[in-house]
């Protein structure tokens, strides 16, 4: 199958991206996108299922006792305890700590996922855009952020990961709006440009991505609520032994999909693992 990716138009100046109300006459995102046609591989079908430490990402089967995803008290009280024991069977890690996590809602009439930055709603709109959540600059800021300084450090001093889990949470199988995403293996080392993200408060840095018609892009058809994905945002050993650091991600128009079906409603958690006690 082939699909329209937006990736980002290289550009001379610092790609800037605001998570709150900009000043006025400020874009929210201030690339240009540019939107191409690529091949996205069905990763359900593949000789050998892809892997988190090869390809960056891999599918789970994992049946929640989660009744109502828009449920915060659920999410916090059930869920995070879910993802936590999930991601140290996974990795080996000896431990885990989900420290966000994001809703998303495709609204009425399906606007297009062209990556423009959607609402500050509660509930956000699908991501359009190439695009990966951490840096090796914003993933140790967000570690000192979360545990503070001390305990930071000494997490720093070992292995650390930071890992998206993804799921829909329809009740049927997802053929609006599903996630690709790219085989870590065939991602360049100038494939991602650093985004500054500008808060209220703080400022991040996510990652964007230029084209590069030597990426590989998979997906996971008709996605169930019982199935999640997890990839890689960052992992402090990628490049050794052949690990894999981070994985371009963006939602899709699944050209095959029919067009009543349900809108994409999804959740996705980021959690911090750690090899070392």
């Keep these: 199958m082939h699909a329209v990716l937006n990736y980002l138009v290289p550009m001379a100046g610092p790609v800037r991206t605001w998570a709150c ?109 190439v695009h990966a959540d951490y840096t090796p600059r914003s993933a140790p800021a967000r570690l000192r952020q979360v545990l503070g300084e001390a305990e930071a450090a000494r997490r720093l001093s070992s292995r650390f990961a930071i890992l998206g889990l993804w799921r829909p949470t329809l009740a049927g199988p997802l053929r609006d709006a599903p996630l690709a995403l790219a085989d870590a293996r065939s991602v360049g080392p100038h494939d991602m440009v650093p985004n500054e993200l500008i808060y209220a408060d703080r400022r991040g840095e996510t990652f964007v991505g230029v084209h590069n018609p030597a990426h590989r892009w998979f997906f996971f058809p008709e996605q169930r609520r019982d199935e999640v994905i997890v990839f890689k945002n960052f992992d402090s050993a990628a490049g050794h032994a052949g690990i894999a650091g981070v994985v371009p991600h963006t939602a899709f128009e699944d050209p095959t999909a029919p067009a009543d079906a349900p809108r994409r409603e999804s959740i996705e958690v980021r959690a911090f693992v750690f090899f070392e006690d």
């Design 21 to 129: 109300e900009p000043p006025p006459g400020v874009p929210r995102f201030n690339g240009t996108l540019q939107a191409h046609r690529m091949p996205i591989g069905d990763a359900r079908t593949q000789p050998t299922a892809p892997d988190l430490d090869t390809q960056g990402f891999t599918l789970c089967e994992q049946r929640s006792r989660v009744h109502d995803f828009w449920d915060p008290a659920e999410i916090i009280g059930t869920y995070y305890a879910e993802v936590e024991r999930l991601l140290c069977d996974l990795t080996g890690a000896r431990h885990a700590r989900v420290f966000d996590h994001t809703l998303r809602r495709r609204a009425p009439g399906r606007p297009p996922l062209d990556g423009s930055g959607g609402s500050f709603a509660a509930v956000r709109e699908p991501v359009g855009r």
